[in-house]
């Protein structure tokens, strides 16, 4: 099985809300590592995300030891850089083997053409943020970000990531969804699958000979996708575990 998750935000909520979801994302690297070939994260796994050169963000020590206990099962982990959380800086690759990428990613699984994104900048409402994706990526400006104490930054982090949320609460997206544009035209030129989140709005939707997906989130529901090879499915979190 190939599974995919996005927008879980750890990190967002108050103590108790956090503390299930990282125990529930405990609970699903458990459960994966039955029958996982490769577990995909298409961004936005953590609200904010900066790591320093002896410092990391200790609210989700839980988090990043169930990662590094299902590497060391050898599943790969391929992890997709979101909107939240681009302050990667060599932690992830270096301590837990997982190879993180900054930009969409085209991949073969099981003779299917995948295109994965985490789909900033793919709705006709993102195009501006495309601009400052640039200036909030530029490896000059991180650099300068991490001379600051980490906890100062991080809190400028959070207060960052909370404000662009509800800048993104108040958009009025129309019925004609850019990121649906975006997946049919990647569908017309041969990908059999396109998989994004970011929305936050799960779905599967049928778009000529080729299928688009998004993962939804954890912060409403929370939501998966898998792929056995043959089928693509949305399973709710939750139920997936108790089955």
Do not use: C
Not at 149 to 172: G, M, T, W, Y
């Amino acid at each position: 099985m190939y599974y995919f998750i996005s927008d879980l935000h750890l990190g967002v909520a108050d103590k108790n809300t956090e503390l299930y979801k990282q125990n529930l994302f405990v609970k699903l690297l458990r459960r994966l590592e039955n029958d996982a070939k490769t577990l995909f994260i298409l961004g936005d796994l953590f609200d904010y995300w900066f790591d320093y050169k002896h410092v990391i963000p200790k609210e989700f020590f839980r988090v990043l030891t169930s990662l590094y206990e299902f590497r060391i099962k050898g599943i790969p982990v391929i992890y997709l850089m979101g909107n939240h959380d681009f302050g990667h800086n060599g932690f992830f690759e270096n301590e837990l083997n997982i190879n993180v990428i900054k930009d969409d990613l085209e991949i073969e699984l099981e003779g299917k053409k995948f295109y994965l994104s985490h789909g900033d900048g793919k709705t006709i409402f993102d195009r501006p943020y495309l601009f400052l994706r640039g200036i909030l990526r530029n490896p000059i400006l991180l650099w300068l970000y991490r001379k600051l104490h980490p906890d100062f930054a991080i809190n400028l982090a959070v207060a960052s990531s909370q404000k662009s949320r509800n800048h993104s609460e108040k958009k009025k997206f129309s019925e004609i969804e850019g990121m649906d544009d975006f997946a049919k035209e990647k569908i017309q030129q041969g990908f059999d699958y396109v998989i994004m989140g970011h929305r936050h709005i799960a779905k599967i939707l049928q778009i000529n000979n080729g299928t688009y997906v998004n993962i939804g989130d954890w912060i409403k529901k929370p939501t998966m996708v898998h792929f056995d090879g043959n089928e693509i499915k949305l399973l709710y979190v939750e139920q997936f575990l108790e089955s």
